[in-house]
């Protein structure tokens, strides 16, 4: 894109550079700065109970509801390394709060890559000075410098009027596992409250990042960050502030499914007919997670019995008898048994949509993304530390 | 095996036979009748929802603890073929009841094969005939008649003090989805009751079968059915009824995981150091069924970060500071951090055991086994119903 993403909103700064993590030689570090007036800020976090030094230090600086800038590196997760990865990653943050004239409480840090290798804190503090040093309109240079296994940068940004939030993101499951990652960064120049930035990162992740289930597999280092400056003057509505940052998360998570290494399919699955959003989110992952499901997805071959084994496992309300499956909206199973022609629907396209009706006519709904399960995938994920 | 299976105890006979319900002309019916003089059995069935209409006729056919037969067969699952599939069942049984001179609820039936498509129930209904004239001691041919994709037929044979048990299997998860079911039939001539027996086999199940945890994915079909019939006149104790029963079943889990189509890998996992063994049992199961984590089993790669990832999404008790790895009974992470020597453990062998505490000191335990998740999974499993 032409335009920067993080930061295309006034009051944001970025930098990204090689430091020498990466054995590639890639860029691999990157720094966001809010320059205020603001400084209000709140994350979303992984749900792994196996976090990495760097989530833990992130979710310390937010509590206070307010950041001025975030350090990234790729290439190194820190994650698994004990006390000494907690150490490490804030000899990172207390120099880059240095440099920038910061406290400690108002950097936060994320970190991508192998879990369990010791940080290589000598290259992150050379990195922090280069960055430091170069910061400014570099949002693209920002989104670049946090890829792994990424083919492209992920970048977004959403206008309002007269304000705007930018975006950057990288990563997702099924790309490669301790590189897996994902890392989102947004900013805005609209005056927002912590509560209602909070609020909004929530119901977006919720129908975004989180509808992404690739393989049920959930990094220790998931971060997603927003940070609010105010710079704009302009204090939008909550419902077009919502609005917005639901635009910006969805806009990336369709980048982080397209860019899908080792995926041929992408696979949207919508449960309904069940008592509850719950149970129907349950089924959902459950047939997304079901890697014969998946394989028959890679093969394009419509064997809706694999659906029907697969949700009958779910913890969800269901009639076993009144299930249907709808493949790009062909009927290929009714009242739970196949259809004449369910052989016949074509499913050769890279887009794949499923509909399942559990049959209770309850309310229940929810949508979840997945993906295929190729051989690229096993290749992929087989020989990577080594 | 020169043995035959399920009709080494007095009292049992039994028949395989080619009925034309698989493409391949391949055997794919077979017979196992029970001649008493006692007829006590019981059954352990899919905790699936969505189950097949020969699961629904044994269930009910077990609920008066006796059963004097069960028509098995091959390359068809009667699965998601609603009331139809329920009728033509009905249908076969009742033919193999009259030419058996046994009552309908005297029969059980247990089918494996692809879901969704209609019995050819003419073809079964011929067959039954024919299994009926070559009723014999003819264990090793009902074996051979029940496989789908098993490369080899799996038998066992637990002989008591004046009486034994016979088994037969086949499938397991891992190898050809649809056709995945595992049927397993147990006989013997002890005389024991209808509670003893499902005691014993329900114990049985929970460490046998039930630890074999291959792609989290659950047929509509599974059965395992143990009969009794006291042709020996001897009551064993319950305890050694318990131990030959469980030595039988444990016999058969084996042969299942050893035959599995499109693994290198056999990984056997324990976890402990959790508060109950119901946690320790999520925990395994949660690391069994990560497809990040199979990847690297395949590729003999001593990715323990994945362990780690894996676990940390389980609900189970931990200390995220105190997770220990051992593969191979080589320690590659303490206390949440890699060893030095982590990455140099050799898992180039077809076995690998997986040791997780999770840290907490408490007491529960858990093991189960899976494989790898290999190039040959996903290409077993692409390509089946067309």
């Known amino acids: 894109m032409s335009e920067q993403g993080v930061t295309a909103p006034k009051g944001f700064v970025a930098a990204g550079l090689a430091a020498g993590i990466k054995a590639s030689g890639n860029k691999d570090m990157a720094l966001v700065v809010n320059e205020g007036p603001e400084f209000t800020a709140t994350g979303v976090f992984t749900r ?10 992130s979710r310390k600086a937010l509590a206070s509801g307010e950041l001025k800038a975030v350090v990234y590196n790729a290439g190194n997760a820190n994650a698994c390394n004990g006390a000494q990865g907690d150490a490490d990653a804030a000899t990172v943050v207390t120099h880059a709060a240095e440099k920038l004239g910061m406290d400690f409480g108002d950097v936060a840090a994320c970190s991508t890559g192998i879990i369990g290798e010791p940080l290589p804190v000598a290259k992150l503090l050379a990195g922090v000075d280069g ?10 240079e920002a989104a670049e410098s946090i890829m792994t296994t990424d083919t492209v940068s992920k970048e977004a940004i959403v206008k309002g009027e007269g304000w705007s939030i930018g975006a950057m993101g990288k990563g997702v499951g099924m790309m490669a596992p301790s590189l897996a990652t994902m890392l989102v960064c947004l900013t805005t120049d609209a005056s927002v409250t912590a509560e209602v930035a909070h609020e909004a990162l929530e119901k977006a992740c919720a129908v975004t990042f989180n509808t992404l289930d690739i393989d049920g597999s959930t990094s220790t280092n998931d971060t997603v960050i927003l940070m609010a400056n105010g710079a704009s003057g302009i204090t939008p509505s909550v419902e077009d502030f919502e609005a917005a940052v639901l635009s910006a998360c969805a806009s990336i998570a369709d980048q982080l499914q397209a860019d899908a290494e080792g995926v041929t399919k992408r696979v949207r699955i919508t449960v309904s007919g069940t008592t509850t959003d719950e149970q129907a989110l349950n089924a959902a992952r459950t047939l997304g997670r079901d890697n014969l499901f998946k394989c028959a997805m890679f093969g394009s071959d419509p064997n809706w019995g694999r659906v029907l084994a697969a949700v009958g496992m779910a913890d969800a309300d269901m009639d076993p008898d009144n299930i249907s499956v709808y493949f790009n909206d062909h009927a290929v199973c009714l009242k739970s048994g196949g259809t004449p022609d369910a052989r016949e629907v074509d499913l050769s396209g890279a887009d794949i949509d499923v509909k399942v009706d559990l049959g209770t006519g309850g309310p229940g709904t929810a949508f979840v993304r997945t993906t295929d399960l190729s051989y690229a995938y096993v290749e992929i994920n087989s020989a990577y530390s080594t």
Not at 48 to 57: G, Q, T
Request: charged content about 20%; cysteine-free.
């Open 131 to 140: 960055l430091v040093e170069n910061l400014g309109d570099n949002g693209h």
């Open 48 to 57: 792994n109970r196996i976090v990495a030094s760097p989530v833990k230090l």
